[in-house]
Structure formats: C-alpha cells, structure tokens
C-alpha cells in the first residue's frame, strides 16, 4: 500500500506545464491549447530527465517548451528519444557588465531533430524544443535538477525563464505552414546577429 511519503516522492520528480502558464509565450496567447502542454519526470543529471510533448499546434504554433536560458555556465545535452522536432537555441547579445539585452540576438540556430540524434546545448544559449510531428515528441536530458525547489514545473532550479516571459517566446516561433514547419518572427525582438534557420522557411 501506497503511504502519504510515497505520493510526495512520486511527485518530487513529475511535473507538468499547464496551458495558463504557457499563454506568456505563445504566439497567440489567446490561442486554444491542451491543458497540459509537456509532461517531465525529473531524475537530474544522473538519472536523466524525460520531456513528453502534446502534439498538435495552438493558433498555427506547435507545441512547445517554455523555454529558458542557464543561470551560470552550465550547458547540457538532450537526446532525442521518439518523434518529430525542431530545437530552438539563441544566445542574446550582452552589454557591458555582462548582463542579457533581452531583445537583441547574438546568434539563433534552429535544428531539425531526428530520433538518436544529441543536441548539445551550450552555455548561455537559451533552448527550447518544439513537437512538429502527429505523435508525441521525447527526449532525455542530463540538466541538473534541484529538488528542494518550491516550484515543481521550474525545470531545471538553475534556469532563467523571465527574459523569455518579457519577450513572449525566442526570436522565431515555429508554426505549420501547408502541413510543414516554417518559421515566424517574434517582432518583439529588435536585431538577430547571426542565424542559422535550418533550412526552414521564414513566412510572414
Ligand atoms: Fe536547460
């Protein structure tokens, strides 16, 4: 029998990302989403973590992850387990006392994922992953995880997701265009350095 300390572990390393959250970065905060988004189960760097995505898109964006940029000089690497993505990463132009411009872009790259495949990303550069398949979308990663943290669903403890929330999502959001991924820009970015968009096409 299940004791009330079990149920608190299980939930120590399940997390979810709700639709109420999410609306801060979609394209179309007004958009119709799922309820849940991702689901996580956090085992941290040892363990690993795993990511299950939702398929299907919200105002023409596929589903997504929040997003987030590394406190500190961590990078960390995904592994694509099932299904269809695109990988986002985009690293922001800095001012003088090293702090993130949150709306100049240094560097974006956009990755068409395949199953097996590694994705490392490194330190600094903010990352997220988009499902564009009819399936579910999984990865694994070995970002550390710190459990004493108040909010479950921040994932990992060390991320920075507010410059994300200010900007409403990267620089590009991916969005279907004729049953294919394309992508759109995010106006409230004011420069992009240097990208490289993956083959995939930019629509207005
Ligand atoms: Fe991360």
Same mark, same amino acid.
Do not use: C
């Given at each position: 029998?299940?004791?009330?300390?079990?149920?608190?572990?299980?939930?120590?390393?399940?997390?979810?990302?709700?639709?109420?959250?999410?609306?801060?970065?979609?394209?179309?905060?007004?958009?119709?989403?799922?309820?849940?988004?991702?689901?996580?189960?956090?085992?941290?760097?040892?363990?690993?973590?795993?990511?299950?995505?939702?398929?299907?898109?919200?105002?023409?964006?596929?589903?997504?992850?929040?997003?987030?940029?590394?406190?500190?000089?961590?990078?960390?690497?995904?592994?694509?387990?099932?299904?269809?993505?695109?990988?986002?990463?985009?690293?922001?132009?800095?001012?003088?006392?090293?702090?993130?411009?949150?709306?100049?872009?240094?560097?974006?790259?956009?990755?068409?994922?395949?199953?097996?495949?590694?994705? &490392?990303?490194?330190?600094? &550069?903010?990352?997220?992953?988009?499902?564009?398949?009819?399936?579910? &979308?999984?990865?694994?990663?070995?970002?550390?995880?710190?459990?004493?943290?108040?909010?479950?669903?921040?994932?990992?403890?060390?991320?920075?997701?507010?410059?994300?929330?200010?900007?409403?999502? &990267?620089?590009?959001?991916?969005?279907?265009?004729?049953?294919?991924?394309?992508?759109?820009?995010?106006?409230?970015?004011?420069?992009?350095?240097?990208?490289?968009?993956?083959?995939?096409?930019?629509?207005?």
């Amino acid at each position: 029998m299940l004791m009330k300390n079990d149920f608190k572990f299980v939930s120590k390393h399940y997390a979810t990302r709700a639709d109420e959250k999410m609306k801060e970065v979609l394209m179309d905060p007004k958009g119709i989403g799922p309820s849940i988004h991702y689901y996580m189960i956090r085992g941290g760097s040892e363990q690993k973590n795993i990511t299950v995505w939702e398929p299907g898109t919200i105002s023409g964006e596929y589903i997504k992850t929040y997003g987030h940029y590394h406190i500190g000089d961590l990078s960390e690497t995904y592994w694509v387990l099932f299904g269809s993505g695109v990988a986002l990463l985009q690293k922001l132009a800095e001012n003088e006392n090293g702090e993130m411009i949150s709306d100049e872009v240094e560097e974006f790259k956009a990755i068409l994922t395949e199953v097996g495949q590694e994705i &490392f990303m490194p330190k600094k &550069f903010g990352h997220l992953l988009v499902n564009i398949g009819e399936t579910y &979308f999984v990865t694994a990663d070995d970002s550390p995880v710190d459990f004493e943290e108040r909010d479950p669903t921040s994932f990992p403890g060390h991320a920075d997701y507010t410059l994300v929330q200010k900007m409403r999502g &990267f620089a590009y959001y991916v969005v279907e265009n004729n049953g294919k991924p394309a992508l759109k820009r995010n106006p409230l970015y004011k420069s992009i350095k240097k990208e490289d968009l993956g083959g995939l096409k930019v629509i207005e």
